[in-house]
């Protein structure tokens, strides 16, 4: 018998070696990991946002004027009602005071005319009494008939004369209501040259100095209200459909790195943005440093609601069909399948929940597959279950 070459026997050996080591990784037990039921799991929704006021507004003048005071500066705390700023007020300071003397005159005119309507009716009243007697006088043939007419008449004059008098009276009034009405008026015009708070702030932002010409609505003093300040933050609205008012939120602003405060929901948009598919919430900081700063970027996480109890699966170890639904691997039995599986919860970790098509003698596979997962092939479970690949 003819003997097989070395080089052909040592060939033989490695293909042979080849073929053994490929049935052994082709047929041994894959190694997954599995998941297994979690309590009390946090559904949290993620945004990202400012720091902003809800009471913030810029103060201007409603006056045009010279600025001649200025009484606050950026970062001071102000009262409502403490004057900020005035512009040089002596024209309307001087138009107040000649309305104040119009009030005096006027006050003083009625007075007058009221003396003079009560002299008419008194007046009026004396020769009523003349023409009287002077009638009964008549029947009796003692004053002659003209002297009696020429009584009637200046009593007709005198009371003629005492309603003129009371009309004198009503315009004296109305003379002094108009006059009261320019004082107003000229110390309203005045107040317009003061700048007040209108509401207990703080100066953010102070734009022009004294000697400034101001134009009316131009804006002088940006101010804000500290305790409005929140954190207007966007959801992607694909994940905002649970959120609502009162739901708690963990903030985390770039300054601050390191630390988490604690907050609330105050609001949720009513309108989305249309171009970034994303849902406006503003978020009520309850432990935010006193200390705030406009526009600083922040990290919102709202809790939405809590699982009591949930299998959760890493989403990259999924296969997604649809919005909600996905397949996935399982374990039935030792060996591999795939389920067709209904999503639920998405959290921020990356990992999904699963509320429908797990069979219940079935294991859910979470590792990912790396091209070596097939029905029926032999599964061997290697990790614990609260593993996270």
């Known amino acids: 018998m003819k003997k097989i070459p070395i080089p052909l026997r040592f060939a033989a050996v490695a293909i042979v070696a080849i073929v053994a080591a490929r049935l052994y990784f082709v047929l041994r037990p894959v190694e997954v990991t599995v998941a297994r039921p979690e309590t009390d799991v946090a559904v949290q929704v993620f945004g990202l946002g400012t720091q902003e006021a809800r009471v913030a507004t810029r103060l201007g003048f409603e006056a045009a004027g010279q600025l001649v005071a200025l009484t ?120 317009r040259l003061r700048l007040s708070a209108p509401f207990d702030g703080v100066v953010t932002a102070r ?82 440093p006193t200390d705030f700063h406009l526009g600083e970027q922040a990290e919102v996480e709202v809790t939405t609601r809590r699982l009591d109890h949930a299998v959760l699966v890493p989403q990259i170890a999924l296969r997604l069909v649809g919005s909600a639904e996905a397949i996935g691997w399982i374990v039935v039995d030792g060996r591999l399948k795939e389920a067709r599986l209904r999503l639920g919860a998405h959290l921020l970790d990356g990992r999904v929940e699963i509320v429908d098509g797990l069979p219940r003698d079935a294991s859910l596979v979470t590792s990912s597959d790396d091209g070596g997962f097939r029905e029926g092939r032999s599964a061997r479970i290697v990790e614990d279950a609260e593993t996270r690949p």
């Not at 009602?81 to 024209?91: F, K, W």
């Not at 005159?105 to 009221?114: F, M, P, Q, R």
């Not at 009637?152 to 009405?181: F, W």
């Not at 400034?212 to 905002?240: C, H, K, T, Y």
């Open 72 to 191: 606050a500066d950026h970062g001071d705390r102000v009262k409502a009602g403490a004057v900020l700023a005035r512009l040089d007020d002596g024209e309307a300071r001087a138009r107040l005071e000649k309305s104040v003397a119009g009030v005096a005159a006027a006050e003083a005119a009625l007075a007058k005319a009221e003396a003079l309507g009560r002299r008419s009716d008194v007046v009026a009243l004396q020769k009523r009494r003349v023409d009287e007697r002077r009638k009964s006088l008549v029947a009796r043939q003692t004053v002659s008939v003209e002297a009696a007419e020429t009584a009637e008449l200046d009593a007709d004059v005198a009371e003629a004369d005492a309603g003129v008098a009371r009309r004198d009276v009503e315009v004296a009034r109305v003379n002094l209501a108009a006059a009261r009405a320019q004082a107003t008026l000229d110390g309203v015009l005045l107040d």
């Open 207 to 288: 734009l022009r100095e004294l000697g400034s010409v101001m134009n009316p609505g131009e804006a002088l003093f940006s101010l804000v209200d500290p305790g409005s300040v929140w954190i207007q933050a966007f959801v992607d609205e694909a994940r905002a459909g649970d959120l609502a008012e009162g739901q708690p939120a963990e903030v985390r602003l770039r300054s601050r790195p390191g630390e988490v405060f604690r907050g609330r929901v105050a609001r949720v948009g009513l309108e989305n943005d249309r171009v970034g598919e994303e849902r406006r919430l503003w978020v009520a900081c309850e432990t935010c």
